[in-house]
Nanobody
Framework: QVQLVESGGGLVQAGGSLRLSCAAS????????MGWFRQAPGKEREFVAA????????WYHDSVKGRFTISKDNAKNTVWLRMNSLKPEDTAVFYC???????????????????WGQGTQVTVSS
């Protein structure tokens, strides 16, 4: 069982930056694909970014490519999502998630992930 706790959300102006953190416990994240999803009001939860357990690959939703960066430190059992050039449409609750996996497939679907944090609110004002 993996527990995930997000932090770092908040209110920021358009064009600003935030860094979200996800602290994992219960197992080492090197064995998991780690991801971030978000859910805006009235919308379904959507994939944002993910990173393989090995750290050898990252992948992103087209809407955040070039603006967001996912990274992790296995020794700290922590994953980060650096968000630059934020837009009002990035406003959402951001969730950290993971799935136990050692291959190279790029998981992007909600049902492919097993463990979820409680979420952290990101609000971008125009």
């Amino acid at each position: 069982q993996v527990q995930l706790v997000e932090s770092g959300g908040g209110l920021v102006q358009a064009g600003g930056s935030l860094r979200l953190s996800c602290a994992a416990s219960g197992d080492t994240i090197s064995s998991y694909t780690m991801g971030w999803f978000r859910q805006a009001p009235g919308k379904e939860r959507e994939f944002v970014a993910a990173i393989l357990g090995s750290g050898s690959a990252t992948w992103y939703h087209d809407s955040v490519k070039g603006r967001f960066t996912i990274s992790k430190d296995n020794a700290k059992n922590t994953v980060w999502l650096r968000m630059n050039s934020l837009k009002p449409e990035d406003t959402a609750v951001f969730y950290c998630t993971c799935t136990y996996y050692s291959g190279s497939y790029h998981h992007t679907e909600e049902y492919e992930y097993d463990y979820w944090g409680q979420g952290t609110q990101v609000t971008v004002s125009s």
